[in-house]
């Protein structure tokens, strides 16, 4: 009888039998041992892994909310900023305005418009003022109380020729701008008078040698002081005429 046959791995039979049943445990155990330590040691790194990967989504997650606070601190210093330069750009229209209102302001300094005039008779070319040009010159004055920036252009007028009526239109000149200091306390400043004996008036588009003894008064006044007081335009002129 031919024997019977056995797997090359499996424990042998002995001469009386077949193995004792301890030994193919100790076999199988030789067998499985390895492969358990190997589970084991896999299952160490996947928890090494598990813990390495749960370091790094701690720590990602920390970078992420230091980036997000980074961030939400620039756009809070970029928000000031934009407030700054708006407000800078505020300031520099305000200036801008400032500085056209002061260019306005110099430009207007030496500008002069006429408001008024009065003319004053003289009898006879004497310095001698009547009651009638009297009552001119205080209602003419007194409406010029209050007033800035104003000046007086007083001139004297004389039928006579060359040198004797420069004299006498200036004493008549003079005799005006006296009145007007010591009476009606008009500034001294503010009066500018000049002779010109039988030439025409200043601006006058006569061209005829003056015929009679008269002082003519032009109120001149300042285009900024305009804005800020009523102009005097209501002066009374014996004339009735008020320029412009």
């Known amino acids: 009888m031919a024997p019977p046959s056995v797997s090359v791995n499996a ?108 003319d004053v008779a003289f009898h006879h070319g004497q310095p001698i003022l009547s009651a009638a040009a009297r009552k001119q010159l205080d209602a003419f004055a007194a409406n010029l109380a209050g007033h800035q920036g104003y000046v007086l252009e007083i001139e004297g007028h004389s039928p006579q020729a060359s040198t004797a009526g420069i004299q006498n239109s200036g004493r008549l000149a003079e005799a005006v701008k006296r009145y007007l200091v010591t009476e009606d306390q008009i500034p001294v400043y503010r009066l500018h008078t000049v002779a010109l004996g039988n030439a025409p008036a200043i601006g006058s588009e006569e061209t005829k040698p003056a015929k009679t003894s008269s002082v003519s008064i032009r109120l001149m006044e300042n285009s900024l002081a305009a804005q800020e007081v009523a102009s005097p335009h209501d002066v009374a002129s014996s004339t009735g005429v008020e320029r412009p």
Do not use: M
Not at 25 to 39: A, E, H, M, S, T
Not at 40 to 56: F, M, P, W, Y
């Open 11 to 118: 424990p042998k039979e002995g001469f009386w039998g077949r193995v004792n049943p301890f030994a193919r445990k100790k076999w199988v155990n030789n067998r499985v041992d390895p492969i358990k330590g190997q589970l084991s040691e896999l299952d160490e790194v996947n928890a090494k892994n598990g813990r390495d990967i749960k370091d790094v989504d701690g720590r990602s997650q920390a970078g992420i909310r230091r980036a997000q606070s980074t961030a939400d601190a620039a756009n809070q210093t970029a928000s000031d900023a934009g407030i700054l330069a708006d407000r800078a750009n505020a300031t520099a229209l305000g200036a801008n305005g400032h500085v056209d209102q002061l260019n306005t302001t110099v430009s207007g300094l030496d500008q002069y418009h006429q408001a008024n005039q009065l």
